[in-house]
Structure formats: structure tokens, C-alpha cells
């Protein structure tokens, strides 16, 4: 039996170069935390006052065409705006800022209030998947951008404000802190191996067969081994390619299909629409190669243990290091168990 499957130990992550306490033995303990509110049940198909949803209006003038696939629109309360003067401020290397340029849209992913991607059937899904790639591409075309984060917050445990499905894209002049740890780590093993860091990582997992998913012929969703969340996931596509964009058209409707089964697994588990954080972390679209980059899609969901309980990043995990009980190889275990059937159908 591996060593990390009943004692506490630490476990590396080659691509933040960070690491997560792990202790699998700490499951059993018992819980008089805090219990969240199930999530709303029954959704009407469409909302009169969701600034979402076809024909409704926005914040302002703006007002949503009667769209029947996906709309994508420049956020209205935008955290990046396109022009900003360059500026710089340096004390000391202690007091650093600069001025940060980039745009900021929201993706519909449906007209419908109601579904979320698991619900969705797969040309929908697919819909959405060229949606990603081209806000990407259309917002990479800038010289002013030099990164597109996209990224979808789901449920309102994670603070997203209207269930009604969407994303946000951003594009930012600097490459954002996560993708940046990423590209060092990428870049350094690819010049010391001649191959890309999650590939091998990719042929590692599928050799030893117990930390994923679900699969299909382009992608693999697993837990990675240093998995933080409980239930983190990551989708790592099987040829080398660096962004949405460059996705041919099976790559595409493949991502379609296992998005659907992932996260059907996902809902599934608990029975409850499962509530996450999940990003795309691409190649930087600063024009240059980066031969290194395998594009990866991430799932951070919040839930624990049952639909109501989640994990909180707190104490050890805010001033010293992530933690986790349950282990990435008991989460893959349980995602692996779940039918791909939504219970809600
Ligand atoms: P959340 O509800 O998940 O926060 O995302 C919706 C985004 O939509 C949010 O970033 C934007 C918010 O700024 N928005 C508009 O652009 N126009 C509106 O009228 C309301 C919300």
C-alpha cells in the first residue's frame, strides 16, 4: 500500500511549487461547524429579474438581446478598463505597484435560468466551449493583453451572485500570479527534460490508474496528487496545446462531453448542483511560442463531506499551508463510483 494512503505527510506541487498537508486519518472526526443553506431548488426556466437572462436589462441602459444560444457582453462594473496610463511606483523594492490595463466579459452560457453545464446537453456545451475560445482570441488580439484568465464561479457558497449559468473572461496586460508560478515551472522542466511538465505528469496518472475521473479520447479529469479541495479536479487535455483557441474541432466536442460527465458526476455526489471555482489556465497570449504550456482546466468546489458542509481555508491553512483529510485517491474513488446520469433527470 502506498505510504500516503493512512499517515499524515506533505505532498508537492510541481507546478506551484507549493505543498499541501495531507492527514487521512483526521476523516472520522466529528463535525458542529458551521452547516450552509441547501441550495435553491426548482429555478424558473426564465427570471424577469435577472440581469442575465434574454431581453432583461442591465445595470445602466443596457438591456440583453432575446439571445438563444450564448451571450457575451463587456462587464458593466468591469474590474479591468482598457485604457489606463502607464505608471510605476518602486520605494525601495518595498512599496511596488504599476498601472494594470485589460477587459473584462461576461459569458451566458444559456437563455435558460435554470441549467447549469451538467444539465446542458453536449452541442449547448459546445456552444460554450467556442465561446471561451473566442473571447480568448478575440481579447489576446490586443497588444495591450497579455493574458486571458477565463473562469466560472458557481453557487452561491462561492459568492457567485445570480445562478443563471455564466463565466467571466478577463484580459490583463501582466500575467496574473498563478499562471505566472505555472509558466516558470513549465518552462524550467521543459528546458531540463525536452518535454512538458503535464504531459509526463499526464502518462504518470494514466499508468498508475487511481487518482482519475472519467475520460474520453482527448481529455482526462483527475484529481491531481496534490489536490487542495476535496473534491479539486483538473482536465488536461491528451495532445500538447497551449490555449482554447488552438482546440480543433473533435478536441472540442470531446471537452463538450466530459465537461457534461465531470461535473454530472460532480452534482451527483451529494445531490445538490455542486458549487465550485474552475479556471482555464492557458498559454500567455503575448504572440510568443510557449512550446512549454499545456492548457489545463482547474475545479476548486468548496463541499466536504455532504451538501451543506463545507471546507474552510483557515487557521494552519491561512498561516502556514493548505491542508486536506480526505485523500485525492478517496476522491477520485468516489467521482469514479458516481453514475454520469444527473439525478435531477
Ligand atoms: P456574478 O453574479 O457571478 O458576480 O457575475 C456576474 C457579473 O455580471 C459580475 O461580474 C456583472 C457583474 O459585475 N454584471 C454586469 O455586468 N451588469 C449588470 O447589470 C449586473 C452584473
Redesign the pocket.
Known amino acids: 500500500m502506498a505510504p500516503y494512503s493512512k499517515r499524515p505527510h506533505r505532498r508537492y506541487n510541481p507546478l506551484t511549487e507549493e505543498w499541501v498537508l495531507c492527514s487521512p486519518q483526521r476523516t472520522q472526526r466529528p463535525w458542529q461547524g458551521q452547516v450552509e443553506a441547501p441550495a435553491p431548488e426548482n429555478l424558473p426556466a426564465y427570471d424577469p429579474k435577472c440581469?442575465?437572462c434574454p431581453g432583461n436589462a442591465?445595470?445602466g441602459s443596457?438591456c440583453n438581446p432575446a439571445y438563444r444560444s450564448t451571450f457575451v457582453?463587456t462587464?458593466?462594473?468591469a474590474a479591468l478598463t482598457p485604457e489606463v496610463d502607464p505608471w510605476e511606483v518602486n520605494e525601495d523594492g518595498l512599496i511596488v505597484a504599476h498601472a494594470e490595463a485589460g477587459t473584462?466579459r461576461?459569458i451566458c452560457f444559456s437563455p435558460r435560468h435554470d441549467l447549469s453545464i451538467p444539465q446542458m446537453d453536449r452541442s449547448a456545451i459546445r456552444d460554450v466551449v467556442n465561446a471561451w475560445a473566442e473571447e480568448t482570441e478575440n481579447l489576446a488580439s490586443h497588444d495591450s493583453i497579455g493574458y486571458v484568465q477565463v473562469f466560472e464561479?458557481k453557487g452561491a457558497m462561492m459568492g457567485?451572485?445570480?445562478p443563471h449559468p455564466?463565466c467571466?473572461v478577463w484580459g490583463a496586460r501582466h500575467v496574473p500570479s498563478i499562471p505566472a508560478r505555472k509558466m516558470v515551472s513549465q518552462e524550467a522542466y521543459f528546458r531540463f527534460h525536452k518535454t512538458d511538465l503535464l504531459g509526463d505528469y499526464l502518462n504518470l496518472e494514466l499508468r498508475k490508474g487511481e487518482r482519475q475521473v472519467c475520460d474520453n479520447e482527448h481529455w482526462v479529469a483527475l484529481v491531481p496528487f496534490w489536490a487542495v479541495w476535496p473534491y479539486e479536479t483538473m482536465l488536461i487535455p491528451r495532445r500538447l496545446v497551449g490555449d482554447l483557441p488552438s482546440l480543433v474541432p473533435e478536441e472540442r466536442d470531446a471537452l463538450a462531453d466530459i465537461l457534461k460527465r465531470l461535473t454530472t458526476r460532480y452534482d451527483n455526489l451529494f445531490r445538490t448542483p455542486f458549487p465550485y471555482s474552475m479556471g482555464w489556465h492557458a498559454k500567455p497570449s503575448d504572440g510568443a511560442d510557449h512550446p512549454y504550456w499545456r492548457l489545463h482546466a482547474v475545479y476548486f468546489p468548496p463541499l466536504l463531506r455532504s451538501a451543506t458542509i463545507k471546507k474552510f481555508a483557515v487557521g494552519y491553512e491561512m498561516t502556514a499551508e493548505p491542508q486536506r483529510d480526505i485523500t485525492p485517491e478517496q476522491a477520485a474513488s468516489q467521482l469514479r463510483d458516481m453514475l454520469e446520469r444527473h439525478y435531477l433527470e
Request: aromatic letters at 18%; proline letters at 0%; glycine letters at 6%.
Open positions: 440581469y442575465l442591465r445595470a443596457a457582453f462587464n458593466d462594473f473584462c461576461v464561479n457567485c451572485g445570480n455564466h467571466q
